[in-house]
């Protein structure tokens, strides 16, 4: 294979190989080269706003058991909660005044009537006190066409539902019997049949993934034609059966680190105008991993908004970052950060992906907003 020359990788349509390459590139000055395309890239498809999602993490019940993940149903280390329906509101509404142009209502996942009404009722309740201003992101995992339909009515207009890997058996590895690749797929089907902008995203350095299996995430981003990607470094929790298991794609925190900002660069440089998230476990690796992210192409935060009392709860993973920290004190210290950076924040705007929006222009079917 030709040795790809970062710097011309805009002009380029990358192979698999070139991905392959990509993600393996190690020395200092090759992952600056390569953040610094991404960058160029971003800055050019989408520009150099970030656009806020308030997180809202509702529950932490859940009727499934991933073995990655520290809320799963089997963990009984941990209080369950959830909030009513006024205190999400609420929690809205700060986000609101406060500016930002969409929420995030992510918990556990649940499957009945009552769960469907409970979500519906916020949805119409945060569109009504926000004067339909606010964006409405829902992470509430899988769940019926129907379903998905009525909260698209009601107002959500973006989902979030993370493939995990792309790579079936290892999907199946790090699932139980009953969890299945198929059903999350068709999930995201659903959703882009009903209308959402649809973002998934995957899990980076999963015990058993192999850099093969990042370049084919990559390329099934591409595939399934989302609006939205959302990635991470794995991190493991102490009360799920996967912990203790390590990765062989990356042994310390600064490969972890590293890996997850070349997908993140790589995904920019292949996919152009989707939005990326600079997620939170980013920050958990290091303070300033968000602003990284940012840097290596990623164009969308998700400053958690979760009242205090909340957040030690809502542990996905150990030592996330935050958990101490109102909202208020949060969202100041993360502008100071992103200006800090040379980037701005696009207050009150929804900031949908110009991929979304380029997508429906082409077919004729905007959605009035
Ligand atoms: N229940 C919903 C939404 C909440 S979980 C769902 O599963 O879609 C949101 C995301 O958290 C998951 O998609 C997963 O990618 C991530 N997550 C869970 N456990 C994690 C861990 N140990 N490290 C990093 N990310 C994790
Ligand atoms: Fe539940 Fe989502 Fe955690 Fe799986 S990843 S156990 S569905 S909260």
Redesign the pocket.
């Known amino acids: 294979m030709a040795p790809v020359n970062v710097m011309n990788l805009q002009q380029k349509r990358l192979t698999r190989e070139d991905i392959l390459f990509l993600l393996n590139l190690t020395g200092k000055k090759e992952l600056e080269d390569l953040y610094e395309a991404a960058y160029a890239v971003k800055t050019r498809y989408v520009g150099k706003k970030v656009y806020f999602r308030g997180i809202i993490?509702f529950s932490n019940v859940?009727r499934?058991n991933?073995f990655?993940?520290?809320?799963r149903k089997d963990n009984q280390n941990l209080v369950r909660y959830s909030m009513g329906l006024d205190e999400i509101v609420e929690s809205a509404r700060w986000a609101w005044e406060a500016g930002y142009g969409s929420v995030v209502l992510?918990?556990?996942?649940r499957k009945n009537r009552t769960f469907t009404a409970f979500i519906e009722k916020v949805v119409k309740r945060i569109k009504q006190v926000s004067s339909g201003e606010l964006g409405i992101t829902l992470?509430?995992?899988?769940q019926d066409e129907d379903t998905y339909r009525r909260w698209f009515d009601a107002g959500a207009h973006r989902y979030?539902?993370?493939i995990?890997t792309s790579n079936e058996a290892l999907y199946r590895r790090l699932h139980p019997a009953d969890h299945s690749f198929s059903e999350r797929l068709k999930s995201l089907e659903a959703l882009k049949a009903v209308g959402y902008q649809t973002g998934t995203?995957?899990?980076i350095g999963l015990p058993g993934q192999t850099m093969e299996d990042l370049a084919d995430d990559i390329l099934f981003f591409e595939k399934m034609d989302v609006a939205m990607i959302?990635?991470?470094?794995?991190?493991?929790?102490g009360d799920?059966p996967?912990y203790g298991e390590g990765s062989s794609l990356a042994i310390t925190t600064e490969d972890l680190l590293d890996l997850s900002l070349k997908m993140i660069a790589t995904t920019r440089i292949y996919l152009k105008d989707v939005n990326i998230a600079s997620?939170t476990?980013l920050q958990a690796l290091v303070p300033t991993g968000r602003e990284m992210g940012l840097l290596a192409g990623a164009n969308i935060i998700m400053p958690n908004i979760t009242d205090v009392q909340y957040r030690s709860l809502y542990q996905?993973?150990?030592n996330k970052p935050c958990i101490n920290e109102n909202s208020e004190t949060c969202v100041s210290c993360l502008g100071t950060r992103i200006n800090s950076i040379g980037e701005t924040i696009g207050y009150r705007e929804w900031g949908d992906s110009p991929h979304f929006k380029n997508k429906q222009s082409a077919t004729g079917s905007i959605r009035i907003l």
């Open positions: 993490e859940c499934k991933c990655y993940c520290g809320i992510q918990s556990g996942e992470s509430v995992g899988e979030l539902i993370r995990e995203g995957v899990m959302g990635m991470g470094p794995y991190l493991p929790h799920t996967l997620t476990a996905l993973y150990d």
